[in-house]
């Protein structure tokens, strides 16, 4: 397969880490070039994989068959719309806007241009996450839990402004959620309580009567232990560590985005995907004081 060429809208810190080295890293991606709302930052992340840096996003479309979106989740739904109205097939992160409205509206431009879109739920590319999806349904589950404590609000690179503004149901929110609606069924209801910036509840229901609780907090200090679902159920349990990943999540991301690109359908974890994760978050932010 010819790789696909990547255009890469963004230069921070998790662009730097993550995005760039997987699309540069190939053989089934190009990273074709990089534009940021910062130019110097956009020069040095292109000047350290020796691609092009652009001034205009639109230079950057020009350049590739697809882009990959590495910015707030505000300034993500604006530039994907443009994105897909170019014709480009989108890499997306979570959430897939800053609030529902600006997801509905990129969801409905990704419908209405047909472009391939997929978003970047980093668990769902492991093959321990694979496994634990493929044992846990299998054991006639009737209940679950999640648990997700970092000190990411303390400092460091992701103690970023929409993080430090709106805390753990959006950023890491989607991951637990995600997870728990495809190892038990789709979630139809949940509620909240607690504080987003200090610690957050939710109970969800999913189909047929299942119910699953979430734990969610950026405000730990010290050591912490990894991320962590369980799945409960007639014929036994199941349980994934976040800690468990493996290596190569995002190299698998690059590949699986380089398939669905030349297929031109869809994906498992497309934006409408996306849009209804979206909505149990915005009804869970909806019951937080």
Not at 75 to 88: D, F, H, N, P, T
Not at 163 to 178: K, Q, S, T
Not at 220 to 249: F, H, I, K, M, W
Request: proline share 7%; charged share 20%; hydrophobic share 45%.
């Amino acid at each position: 397969m010819e790789p696909v060429s990547v255009g890469l809208v963004g230069a921070g810190p998790w662009a730097e880490m993550v995005h760039a080295p997987a699309l540069a890293g190939g053989p089934h991606t190009r990273l074709a070039g990089i534009w940021a709302r910062r130019p110097q930052a956009a020069d040095e992340l292109a000047a350290a994989h020796r691609v092009p840096s652009y001034e205009r996003l639109e230079e950057l479309f020009d350049a590739c068959e697809a882009v990959a979106f590495c910015v707030p989740p505000a300034v993500q739904a604006v530039l994907a719309e443009k994105a897909a109205r170019a014709g480009k097939a989108l890499l997306l992160e979570k959430p897939l806007a800053a609030d529902l409205d600006a997801a509905r509206r990129l969801a409905e431009v990704i419908g209405e241009t047909g472009v391939a879109s997929q978003m970047v739920f980093t668990f769902r590319y492991s093959p321990a996450t694979t496994a634990f999806l493929d044992e846990a349904r299998a054991l006639k589950p009737f209940g679950g839990r999640a648990a997700d404590i970092s000190g990411a609000l303390q400092g460091g690179p992701f103690a970023t402004p929409w993080r430090l503004e709106r805390g753990a149901v959006l950023d890491i929110g989607p991951h637990m959620i995600d997870l728990l609606d495809a190892a038990l069924g789709p979630v139809v209801s949940v509620r909240a309580h607690g504080d987003p910036l200090r610690w957050v509840g939710m109970l969800l229901e999913h189909v047929d009567g299942v119910v699953s609780e979430v734990s969610l907090s950026m405000a730990g200090r010290g050591e912490l232990p990894p991320s962590r679902v369980e799945v409960y159920g007639t014929q036994g349990s199941a349980s994934l560590l976040g800690n468990t990943l493996g290596d190569g999540v995002f190299a698998a991301v690059a590949r699986e985005f380089a398939g669905t690109v030349r297929r031109g359908g869809g994906h498992p974890l497309d934006a409408r995907h996306g849009l209804r994760i979206q909505e149990i978050i915005t009804e869970a932010e909806s019951q937080l004081g």
